[in-house]
Nanobody, 129 residues
Framework: QVQLVESGGGLVQAGGSLRLSCAASGRTFSSYAMGWFRQAPGQEREFVAAVSRSGAITYYADSVKGRFTISRDNAKNTVALQMNSLKPEDTAVYYC??????????????????????WGKGTLVTISS
């Protein structure tokens, strides 16, 4: 069982920055591909970013490319999402998720509908205009 706890959400003005963090339980964190997803009010949950087990490979949704950066620290069992140049349309609940299948990759996670194995409860990000 993997537990994921997100933190770092809040209210920020457009153009500002936030850094989300996700802490994972367990001793095999480095064997999971990780992703960030978000769900805006009245919309489906969507992919935001993914990172490979080593942290060397990352994928981003087109809507956040160049503004968001995903990273992980396997020694601390954490994955982060640095969000810059925030826009009102970035407002959503952001979720951290883990893919534990040995063949799960960051690229696979980026594909719509990929089934992640564990989810956090989410953290709310609100961007004011």
């Amino acid at each position: 069982q993997v537990q994921l706890v997100e933190s770092g959400g809040g209210l920020v003005q457009a153009g500002g920055s936030l850094r989300l963090s996700c802490a994972a339980s367990g001793r095999t964190f480095s064997s999971y591909a990780m992703g960030w997803f978000r769900q805006a009010p009245g919309q489906e949950r969507e992919f935001v970013a993914a990172v490979s087990r080593s942290g060397a490979i990352t994928y981003y949704a087109d809507s956040v490319k160049g503004r968001f950066t995903i990273s992980r620290d396997n020694a601390k069992n954490t994955v982060a999402l640095q969000m810059n140049s925030l826009k009102p349309e970035d407002t959503a609940v952001y979720y951290c998720a883990a893919a534990t299948h040995p063949r799960a990759t960051a690229q696979a996670i980026s594909i719509r509908g990929y089934a992640m194995d564990y989810w956090g409860k989410g953290t709310l990000v609100t961007i004011s205009s």
